[in-house]
């Protein structure tokens, strides 16, 4: 996954998983602040020079990812250009605006009203970190202390006021407490997909040996 090739790095992730295109979605959490592009060249070189390593590395996957692209057929570029059809049609139909850039480089929205309740509006304006604390509380609730709890609940309250579209505190809560699925339907799904988990899986595995 290449930042500046995101778009091309998520349909090649489609194709190597067997996803749905819808499923590679995503809302832009953070922008370039005026502090980054106002750096001069002097201090650009010498962040350069103490990430050399970094570089190199980096260096070495843009351009080997830039040339699996190249290898693509027309039908690769056409994806792209759906996920990002997809994408403004997403952020049009979900978000009504987008709010003040808050905590230097990041970006918050306010839900479109007619899609208040809308979990999927919600759950992709959330950030990676907060999602990470809710997966943790949904995975070790009954083990976790009130404080630690309490500490998630604030966080996400406290980036509410800037991000009015991500999800609400009264939404995880809900989760927390929402009964576990079936064990005879998540069998009977996993069985009906089977065959396609396969195929992909044997897909991966050729992918990496060739990598």
């Not at 250009?81 to 970006?107: H, I, Q, T």
């Not at 202390?145 to 991500?166: E, T």
């Not at 995880?172 to 005879?184: G, R």
């Amino acid at each position: 996954m290449i930042l500046e090739l995101l778009d091309e790095s998520l349909v090649l992730l489609r194709r190597l998983m067997c996803w749905s295109i819808k499923e590679m979605i995503y809302v832009r959490l953070s922008i370039n602040n005026e502090f980054s592009l106002s750096i001069n060249e002097d201090i650009r070189q010498k962040i350069l020079d103490w990430n050399s390593v970094d570089k190199k590395l980096y260096d070495h996957f843009y351009e080997k990812l830039k040339k699996i692209i190249s290898e693509q057929d027309e039908s690769f570029h056409r994806e792209v250009a759906e996920l990002r059809k997809l994408n403004e049609n997403f952020s049009r139909e979900c978000y009504d605006r987008r709010m003040p850039v808050y905590s230097g480089n990041k970006v918050g929205y306010s839900l479109a009203e007619s899609h208040q309740q809308n979990m999927t509006c919600k759950i992709l304006a959330t950030d990676d970190v907060t999602q990470t604390h809710v997966i943790g509380l949904k995975q070790f609730k009954d083990s976790l202390p009130p404080s630690d709890i309490m500490m998630v609940r604030n966080h996400m309250q406290n980036l509410r006021k800037y991000n009015p579209a991500m999800l609400a505190w009264s939404d995880v809560n809900k989760a927390l407490h929402t009964e576990q699925e079936d064990p005879k339907t998540r069998a009977l799904g996993t069985e009906q997909s089977t065959g396609q988990h396969v195929k992909c899986m044997l897909h991966i595995v050729f992918m990496c040996d060739v990598l």
